[in-house]
């Protein structure tokens, strides 16, 4: 039967036997219960003044305790963050990892569309927009329509959900449907005929406003023969006598809408009359 043999530390300090005295066989075990670690001899070795037992003569084996220690000594070494202490997973505290299509799970975060357009001539070739995923749409310019893919599989038409606009058509007109031609008997007016008739005479103004329509007078003075136009209004204030003319007006509101009247004379200074004195001459 094969005997094991256990050393145990005794002595003050840690670490396993070393020095020039003691021997050891090879896979003996050594417990340092001071320094939490267990030590396995590589081979047998006694130790001497020139081959002395040490350290590196042994398989060095930490406790649970110097394992923690180490691994965080470690961490803050290499300066990682807390994420290296962490599982992965998709659970409260856990770093979740990409699967296959190196996607995160859609528990982890939902999925986000990005709408894209596409502007397609046919059926046959909205389905065959692989690159299309839900919330696309397709405009169809054959049909002039536009689906939105609402689930996954772009080759399935049962998947492109029609989008509904409001008609652009007028439904009717005046309870007329199709191509309408409008009348006024159609609106329910009179006919053409009545109402041209009507348009023509004065039957639809009331009295006042037949009033009103008889004392508006449209005068215009026109130069002829007798009278001269000139072009500019200095042409005109140097051509004629300053003066000469007077000017009288009357607004006679006796009429509706008031009537503007207008009384013009010459000035007796500037003619010639039976009593006017010329070189101490009567004429």
Not at 252 to 261: A, F, G, I
């Given at each position: 039967m094969?005997?094991?043999?256990?050393?145990?530390?005794?002595?003050?300090?840690?670490?396993?036997?070393?020095?020039?005295?003691?021997?050891?066989?090879?896979?003996?075990?050594?417990?340092?219960?001071s320094g939490e670690h267990l030590y396995i001899a590589k081979a047998d070795k006694t130790g001497s003044v020139g081959t002395p037992l040490a350290e590196s003569d042994y398989l060095k084996i930490p406790g649970v305790a110097k394992v923690?220690?180490?691994?965080?000594?470690?961490?803050?070494?290499?300066g990682l963050g807390t994420a290296a202490t962490k599982n992965t997973g998709t659970g409260n505290g856990n770093i979740p990892i990409l699967d296959a299509d190196g996607k995160l799970s859609d528990s982890v975060i939902p999925k986000v569309a990005i709408t894209n357009t596409w502007v397609v001539a046919s059926q046959a070739a909205m389905l065959a927009l692989s690159n299309a995923q839900e919330g696309d749409v397709a405009v169809r310019t054959d049909i002039n329509k536009s689906f939105i893919l609402k689930t996954a599989g772009y080759a399935t038409l049962a998947n492109w959900q029609e989008l509904l606009t409001p008609t652009d058509s007028v439904t009717s007109v005046n309870g007329s449907t199709g191509a309408v031609t409008i009348t006024l008997a159609g609106l329910g007016g009179v006919s053409?005929?009545?109402?041209?008739?009507?348009?023509?005479?004065d039957v639809h103004l009331t009295t006042t406003q037949k009033n009103i329509l008889a004392n508006v007078l449209n005068t215009r003075i026109f130069d002829g023969t007798g009278s001269e136009s000139l072009g500019t209004l200095a042409g005109f204030d140097a051509a004629v006598i300053a003066d000469a003319i007077k000017v009288y007006q009357v607004v006679?509101?006796?009429?509706?809408?008031?009537?503007?009247?207008y009384q013009i004379g010459i000035d007796t200074t500037k003619v010639l009359q039976p009593s006017s004195i010329i070189d101490g001459g009567t004429y």
């Open positions: 094969a005997t094991i043999q256990i050393k145990r530390r005794t002595t003050a300090g840690t670490g396993p036997l070393v020095g020039t005295a003691g021997t050891v066989k090879a896979g003996e075990p050594l417990v340092d219960f923690d220690t180490q691994i965080d000594t470690k961490i803050t070494a290499l053409t005929t009545t109402y041209n008739a009507h348009v023509a005479a006679d509101s006796n009429y509706t809408p008031s009537v503007v009247k």
